[in-house]
């Protein structure tokens, strides 16, 4: 072998016992085989030499060439391994019997109780529907017998969006828009509607301990023929019962004027904080206003293209947040809001 070659070789042998990083190792590769580095040096020498030796030379500076970079990635890895069981044994002992600590997270209380409502009024044959937050101002008042400048607009003062759009103030926003899904089945095949449709709903109202300017409502209908109030309350009825199982809860039904029922009706249940006693969870009156409702207005009906001399139907707005109060004992309703686990997380095990 070319006595410069055997001297490269024994070099970077030496070298190579001495490197105790990879970035050394970097700098090894460029130092033999970059531009300026020494098994290219050899090249340039190659000229002064006879045709029969040029090759075995560079056949020999070839294998150098390969043996260079084979030590150097074998010697890169060897230090790669190196550093991981260095690593590893840095980490503490793991010991497989100590128990996890499975920091999950909780569903929200509201999502609890919607999810059981709509459980609760799948099983009686209602669609569950979606229906966007962003609402004009014909879905959310005027499809609703509220015509511009009526004076029931300032009952839900709203927040309107630059374009003319708006956050819608009640679940009541999509009733149009499920009648016009709907008519043909009911006119055609006779297949009443009966549908719940949950959502934020948005007021500008001042905050207390039972109002919040984001709430969750759960609007449900009902339309065809001979459909009264004795099929709302039944309906009401069962679903209250499912939600807090029965448990001492007491309904009253009082007239409630909404433009869009006709009669109209609140629904209030006894307040389960103090159970009945008054608080600042009920307004210190023993009730809480929980589901308005009432018969669907003509008008209501005839703009979502539906008969009212031949169909009828209910509409009930139920609030979710009051009644995930209710059903949990919340006493503050802007706990739901606070984005405090210590408060929400209590209600995991209710999935
Ligand atoms: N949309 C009404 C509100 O939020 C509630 C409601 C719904 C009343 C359906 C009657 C029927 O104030």
């Known amino acids: 072998m070319n006595q410069a070659i055997l001297e490269l070789r024994e070099k970077l042998d030496q070298a190579l016992r001495n490197m105790a990083s990879t970035a050394g190792l970097e700098n090894l590769k460029v130092e033999y085989l970059g531009k300026k580095g020494s098994v290219t040096a050899l090249l340039k020498n190659m000229g002064k030499l006879s045709a029969e030796e040029k090759k075995s030379f560079g056949r020999e500076v070839n294998e150098l060439k390969d043996y260079v970079m084979e030590a150097i990635s074998r010697q890169t890895a060897a230090l790669q391994e190196q550093e991981l069981q260095r690593e590893l044994n840095a980490v503490e002992a793991f010991d497989m019997s100590v128990p996890p600590v499975l920091d999950r997270g909780s569903y929200h209380p509201i999502t609890l109780v919607q999810r059981k409502c709509e459980e609760v009024f799948r099983s009686m044959g209602f669609t569950v529907e979606d229906y966007s937050e962003i609402v004009t101002d014909y879905e959310c008042f005027e499809a609703l017998n509220i015509p511009p400048f009526h004076p029931a607009r300032d009952m839900q003062d709203t927040y309107y969006l630059d374009n003319g759009q708006l956050l819608k103030t009640h679940t009541s926003a999509a009733q149009n828009a499920i009648y016009k899904k709907y008519r043909d089945a009911l006119i055609n095949e006779g297949k009443p509607i009966k549908a719940v449709f949950p959502s934020r709903c948005f007021r500008n109202e001042a905050t207390d301990a039972c109002h919040e300017n ?114 949990y004992g919340i006493k503050d309703i802007r706990d739901l809001n606070s984005g405090s686990l210590a408060a929400l997380a209590q209600f995991t095990d209710d999935k």
Request: overall charge negative; glycine content about 14%; aromatic content about 12%.
């Open 214 to 327: 984001t709430f969750f409502q759960m609007e449900g209908v009902m339309v065809g023929e001979d459909i009264s109030i004795a099929n709302l309350i039944y309906f009401m009825k069962t679903m209250l019962s499912e939600v807090f199982d029965n448990y001492g809860l007491k309904v009253r039904l009082r007239p409630g004027f909404f433009p869009f029922v006709e009669p109209g009706f609140e629904l209030d249940i006894s307040c389960q904080i103090c159970g009945g006693k008054g608080c600042p969870s009920c307004k210190h009156s023993g009730w809480l206003e929980l589901c308005p409702c009432g018969m669907i207005h003509p008008n209501v009906l005839r703009e979502g293209g539906i008969d009212p001399e031949k169909y009828s139907g209910f509409a009930f707005g139920l609030g979710l947040t009051r009644l995930a109060m209710m059903k």
